[in-house]
T-cell receptor
Framework: GENVEQHPSTLSVQEGDSAVIKCTYS??????FPWYKQELGKRPQLIID?????GEKKDQRIAVTLNKTAKHFSLHITETQPEDSAVYFC????????????FGGGTRVLVKP | SAVISQKPSRDICQRGTSLTIQCQVD?????MFWYRQQPGQSLTLIAT?????????ESGFVIDKFPISRPNLTFSTLTVSNMSPEDSSIYLC????????????FGPGTRLLVL
């Protein structure tokens, strides 16, 4: 089955700096890659997603890039703000496998004011 | 996006007992899933809830321990049976909308503590 590795496990950045989280996946057939943000005690919230026919997607301060050949994808947060502090999870899924999500281990991001 | 609710939001249970968690979606979804999130950990898929048929379980999870029902497109239940302290976790359901079915939205979770 699919395996998703996520790095780093923790990330501390100064407010205003950029944060980058990287994930690799094992199943080359996976075709959908969402990113979730989870604040303490809250549900995971979808913040951005990308499909395998697209190399990059941007939404305001958040962007995701996908390299299908290398089987890795990354989340980029620019101009970080204290409210970006949370745990971020990447995931991968395959339509043929019923769209079930396989999650990375998570990255705890701390934005220092 | 879909609005997904769960109940109970939290519970404290004695070992050996069972708890049924309910998940309700405000619009029709093609896929519904149940995940477990142990403290400080990532999300692990327990099973896919199939409408009108038996759920599809992931490796390490069995129907006797986690029976699941999905009588219609908007409702599902997960039972945690014969609980032990190792079952203490957050249990989350998720649903994918019929139109954009890859996209999944999560319920608020049920925080379970087994004593």
């Amino acid at each position: 089955g699919e395996n998703v590795e996520q790095h780093p496990s923790t990330l501390s950045v100064q407010e205003g700096d950029s944060a980058v989280i990287k994930c690799t996946y094992s199943d080359s057939a996976s075709n959908y890659f969402p990113w979730y943000k989870q604040e303490l005690g809250k549900r995971p919230q979808l913040i951005i997603d990308i499909r395998s026919n697209v190399g990059e997607k941007k939404d305001q301060r958040i962007a995701v890039t996908l390299n299908k050949t290398a089987k890795h994808f990354s989340l980029h947060i620019t101009e970080t703000q204290p409210e970006d502090s949370a745990v971020y999870f990447c995931a991968a899924s395959l339509e043929a496998a019923g769209n079930k999500l396989t999650f990375g281990g998570g990255t705890r991001v701390l934005v220092k004011p | 996006s879909a609005v997904i609710s769960q109940k109970p939001s939290r519970d404290i249970c004695q070992r050996g007992t069972s708890l049924t968690i309910q998940c309700q979606v405000d619009s029709q979804v093609t896929m519904m899933f149940w995940y477990r999130q142990q403290p400080g950990q990532s999300l692990t898929l327990i099973a896919t809830a199939n409408q009108g048929s038996e759920a599809t379980y992931e490796s390490g999870f069995v129907i006797d321990k986690f029976p699941i029902s999905r009588p219609n497109l908007t409702f599902s239940t997960l039972t945690v049976s014969n609980m032990s302290p190792e079952d203490s976790s957050i249990y989350l359901c998720s649903g994918g909308l019929a139109g954009g079915r890859e996209t999944q939205y999560f319920g608020p979770g049920t925080r379970l503590l087994v004593l």
